[in-house]
């Protein structure tokens, strides 16, 4: 048994997300590990549930949402692959 560490469910099929960074967190539904761990959109403010928008180390949910913060278009690239600087 473990302890979601978002809304304090003890339950059995609890999971562990490892991040990049090597921390370990627990939680008891996918819910709860976005509202922990998932980034949020500098234009809508909205949860990053997929893989999003980064530019110059700043996310996105989306290019639209990108391109009304960003400038260099030509940077505005799918999260998947980039690497922020
Ligand atoms: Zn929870
Ligand atoms: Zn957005």
């Given at each position: 048994?473990?302890?979601?560490?978002?809304?304090?469910?003890?339950?059995?099929?609890?999971?562990?997300v490892?991040?990049?960074?090597?921390?370990?967190h627990?939680f008891?539904c996918f819910?709860c590990a976005a509202?922990k761990l998932?980034?949020?959109?500098?234009?809508?403010?909205?949860?990053?549930?997929?893989?999003?928008?980064?530019?110059?180390?700043?996310?996105?949910?989306?290019?639209?949402?990108?391109?009304?913060?960003?400038?260099?278009?030509?940077?505005?690239?799918?999260?998947?692959?980039?690497?922020?600087?």
């Open positions: 048994m473990a302890t979601c560490e978002v809304c304090g469910n003890d339950y059995w099929m609890a999971f562990e490892r991040t990049v960074s090597g921390d370990v627990t008891d819910e509202h998932a980034p949020i959109c500098e234009h809508c403010n909205v949860k990053i549930l997929g893989h999003g928008v980064e530019v110059a180390g700043r996310f996105f949910c989306c290019a639209h949402c990108a391109r009304h913060e960003e400038t260099q278009g030509a940077e505005i690239r799918d999260a998947v692959g980039s690497r922020p600087a």
